[in-house]
C-alpha cells in the first residue's frame, strides 16, 4: 500500500519553464489536495479537490493549475516557472465526510528549485 | 482571519521528560483538532486527532482540547530523541469550505 506517490522527487527548472507535478493516491479517498511549504510560511494550500471532477483554489494559486484526472490523480501544473515558486510541494489526500476522514495523508514532497 | 498559533521553539527537554506542546486558535466555530510531527526533510505524519473536549490519549501522546478556551495541546510522555522534529497543529473549520487551516508548527529537541 503506497498511500500517497508523487513525482518528481526534486526537479531544478530555468524561469520560465513550465512542468507538471504528478501525484496518486491508492487509498480511494475522495480528496487531494496541493500544498507548497517555505520556511516561516508553514503549509500553505495551493489548490484541492473536493471529489472527482470539481478544483478549487486554494490560499496561493496564482502561477498553478491543476488537474483531477480520476479518483485517484491530481497533478498540479506550473505554467512558466518563477523563482518565487521555489518551495517544496506536498500532494495530500483525505477521505472526508467525517471527522476522521479529514485527515490528511501526505505524500514524500517535491523539491522545486526555480533559477 | 481564522488564525491557528503556536509557539515557533524551540523547545528542549531531557530524555524521559514530558514535553508540552502548545495551539491557540481564533474561530469558535473549529471542528477537528489535528497533531502531526515532521521530521526535517520529510512530509508531516499524524500523530492524532480530537474533536471532544478533554482528553485523548494514544501511547505515549495525549490531546488535550479546551474549546472554551480555544486551545489545544500535545503532551509526550517519556520523551525521547526519536520524538525531536516540528509539530503541527492543524485546525477545520466548519462551514461550506471546511477549511484546514495550519499553524507554522513547533520544534522539539529532545536532549539524550
Known amino acids: 500500500n503506497a498511500g500517497v506517490t508523487q513525482t518528481p522527487k526534486f526537479q531544478v527548472l530555468k524561469t520560465g519553464q513550465s512542468m507538471t507535478l504528478q501525484c496518486a493516491q491508492d487509498m480511494n479517498h475522495n480528496s487531494m489536495y496541493w500544498y507548497r511549504q517555505d520556511p516561516g510560511m508553514g503549509l500553505r494550500l495551493i489548490y484541492y479537490s473536493a471529489s472527482e471532477g470539481t478544483t478549487d483554489k486554494g490560499e496561493v494559486p496564482n502561477g498553478y493549475n491543476v488537474s483531477r484526472l480520476n479518483k485517484r490523480e491530481f497533478s498540479l501544473r506550473l505554467e512558466s516557472a518563477a523563482p518565487s515558486q521555489t518551495s517544496v510541494y506536498f500532494c495530500a489526500s483525505s477521505e472526508a465526510h467525517s471527522p476522521s476522514g479529514n485527515t490528511i495523508y501526505f505524500g514524500e514532497g517535491s523539491w522545486l528549485t526555480v533559477v | ?112
Open chain 2, 1 to 112: 482571519q481564522k488564525e491557528v498559533e503556536q509557539n515557533s521553539g524551540p523547545l528542549s527537554v531531557p530524555e524521559g521528560a514530558i514535553a508540552s506542546l502548545n495551539c491557540t486558535y481564533s474561530d469558535q466555530g473549529s471542528q477537528s483538532f489535528f497533531w502531526y510531527r515532521q521530521y526535517s526533510g520529510k512530509s508531516p505524519e499524524l500523530i492524532m486527532f480530537i474533536y471532544s473536549n478533554g482528553d485523548k490519549e494514544d501511547g505515549r501522546f495525549t490531546a488535550q482540547l479546551n474549546k472554551a478556551s480555544q486551545y489545544v495541546s500535545l503532551l509526550i510522555r517519556d520523551s525521547q530523541p526519536s520524538d525531536s522534529a516540528t509539530y503541527l497543529c492543524a485546525v477545520l473549520y466548519a462551514g461550506n469550505n471546511r477549511k484546514l487551516i495550519w499553524g507554522l508548527g513547533t520544534s522539539l529537541a529532545v536532549n539524550p
